[in-house]
């Protein structure tokens, strides 16, 4: 240890007295690497990424009865999204192997939660846990704020006299529980995992998204909207709505597992995102991982006070409008200039380049004669698959990350009506 500090102090330029602090500030921390117990320690950067990232999560976790679920949830305290029912499913079935479970004891998995500056609770992992008891016992409430009907359980494995049992059946024909087996059900406990309001709200989102991928396998695009659900309702809706807008749908063309798969959504926000990118951060941003960066982007929209739903809702509509119009189901579908047409399936390069690019010019295309504009966007379109710019960075060989820093601009480029 002690020749490896000599050499250490050797390297440090001692020879004027106004550095004396600064090297006698550089020393120590040169020493806090051999200095451990009297044995040379060299500073593990993977120690440091632990210990920064753990302080990041503030967790609590509580056990807690379904009788107070159910309080939390019926006051409001407790916010399931029954907008995310369209993503996380159960059959009669399973509903009916987790009421067996609680009801005999069998430990089902702890229900997540991230905790709201107002104290509220957004469920994390467990919506359809949490929404399976509260169906059953009749006070779940759908998206539309009305009472969904009361599930009705079938046999399970254990219970098979489970099967036709209500939470408030006919006693007369004996398809209830007991007064003594509700009171059983409600006092089962189940643990509560808490994410405080003080945690990194990127953490809440990783938690979110690893839970939720680790079951039922989800797009990323239905993962980004139960996440967009938690931290802007409306915004979510916003993008919902464009992302139906007829003109928008003929002109994707998607398949339905496609659009099941929320794809179409995924679009609808690529659009906002790369339009308004500039040109020059586009051209440096890494795209390795393309999904972390829409989810990244999303999040800043939907926590931006200055992003204009309004206007932002109008260029797009304006756009799908003008492309519906001109080419329709054939406008992001591959050009023969053999057979001097249009043909195969969605490409999202010609996405990228030509939606992107006539959004970012549409107040110059809906300036002027109308056909004569169709006339020249069908022209352009058509021209863009003659470029070798474009042509050179599409294709199963060129991946993501290359493609889209390139033809987007160039996109943004080729539409521009006017000059500037």
Not at 144 to 153: C, E, H, K, N, V
Request: with cysteine; aromatic share 10%.
């Amino acid at each position: 240890m002690g020749k490896n500090l000599i050499k250490e102090k050797r390297e440090l330029n001692l020879n004027t007295s106004a550095t004396k602090k600064t090297i006698g500030e550089q020393l120590t921390n040169h020493l806090t690497k051999y200095i451990k117990h009297g044995v040379y320690f060299r500073y593990m950067p993977l120690q440091e990424e632990i210990d920064n990232t753990s302080r990041e999560i503030d967790q609590e976790s509580y056990s807690m009865s379904i009788g107070e679920l159910i309080s939390l949830y019926e006051e409001g305290d407790l916010d399931i999204h029954p907008e995310f029912q369209r993503v996380f499913r159960w059959n009669d079935l399973q509903k009916s192997r987790l009421i067996e479970s609680l009801m005999i004891g069998i430990p089902v998995p702890s229900i997540f939660v991230s905790q709201r500056d107002n104290g509220v609770w957004d469920v994390i992992d467990g919506v359809q846990r949490l929404s399976t008891i509260f169906e059953f016992v009749g006070v779940f409430e759908n998206d539309d704020g009305t009472i969904q009907a009361p599930s009705t359980l079938l046999k399970t494995k254990y219970l098979p006299s489970l099967e036709g049992k209500q939470w408030k059946g006919d006693e007369e024909v004996d398809n209830c529980l007991t007064a003594t087996q509700k009171r059983d059900f409600k006092r089962a406990r189940i643990n509560i995992e808490i994410v405080k309001k003080q945690s990194d709200p990127n953490i809440k989102y990783d938690l979110f998204q690893r839970l939720n991928s680790l079951g039922t396998k989800l797009s990323d695009q239905e993962l980004r909207n139960c996440y967009l659900i938690m931290l802007n309702k409306d915004l979510f809706n916003w993008l919902k709505d464009l992302g139906n807008y007829p003109p928008f749908l003929k002109c994707i063309c998607l398949t339905e597992n496609a659009i099941s798969q929320q794809y179409h959504l995924e679009l609808a926000l690529r659009f906002f995102i790369f339009k308004n990118e500039s040109l020059e951060e586009l051209k440096k941003l890494n795209f390795a991982y393309l999904d972390e960066y829409l989810s990244k982007k999303m999040e800043e929209i939907a926590n931006s006070p200055t992003f204009d739903k309004e206007l932002e809702g109008t260029i797009f509509k304006n756009t799908f409008d003008l492309l519906n119009d001109t080419l329709g189901e054939y406008s992001f579908k591959k050009y023969d200039a053999t057979k001097s047409k249009f043909g195969g399936q969605f490409l999202v390069s010609a996405f990228e380049a030509v939606a992107i690019g006539v959004g970012k010019n549409i107040d110059d295309w809906n300036s002027g004669n109308t056909e004569e504009n169709k006339t020249e966007l069908e022209k352009r379109i058509i021209g863009l698959w003659k470029n070798s710019d474009y042509i050179g960075n599409i294709g199963s060989g060129v991946d993501f990350y290359k493609r889209i820093p390139n033809i987007v601009p160039l996109g943004k480029e080729v539409f521009k009506k006017s000059e500037e």
